[in-house]
């Protein structure tokens, strides 16, 4: 079993910054992508940004130039530095993982974190 515990969110003013942290433990081989994904209630949990395992980052054009995500592999951790918050940038934010895990060969799976709310008040 995987977990993915986040940590890092809260309140802040629009214009400041957080940094979100999502870090992953159990029974894990390697990890692919990792990344970051928000929800409004009553919509669909959109990408914020994602990371490959080489480095390789993406995007969501609504964040570029203000967020950045990066990752530690050797913690297998995830980062979300979110610099020039908006008001629309209030939302759940949800860690993600491509994790390899090995029961009796290699599996891939896919895993959530449980969320961590970001609020950002005017």
């Known amino acids: 079993q995987v977990q993915l515990v986040e940590s890092g969110g809260g309140l802040v003013q629009a214009g400041g910054s957080l940094r979100l942290s999502c870090a992953a433990s159990?029974?894990?081989?390697?990890?692919?992508?990792m990344g970051w994904y928000r929800q409004l209630p009553g919509k669909q949990r959109e990408l914020v940004a994602d990371?490959?395992?080489?480095?390789?980052?993406n995007y969501a054009d609504s964040v570029k130039g203000r967020f950045t995500i990066s990752r530690d592999n050797a913690k297998n951790t995830v980062y979300l530095q979110m610099n020039s918050l908006k008001l629309e940038d209030t939302a759940v934010y949800y860690c993600?993982?491509?994790?390899?895990?090995?029961?009796?060969?290699?599996?891939?799976?896919?895993?959530w974190g449980q969320g961590t709310q970001v609020t950002v008040s005017s």
């Open positions: 990371i490959t395992s080489g480095g390789s980052t």
């Open positions: 993600h993982a491509n994790v390899m895990v090995v029961v009796n060969r290699l599996h891939e799976y896919s895993y």
């Open positions: 159990g029974n894990i081989f390697s990890i692919k992508a």
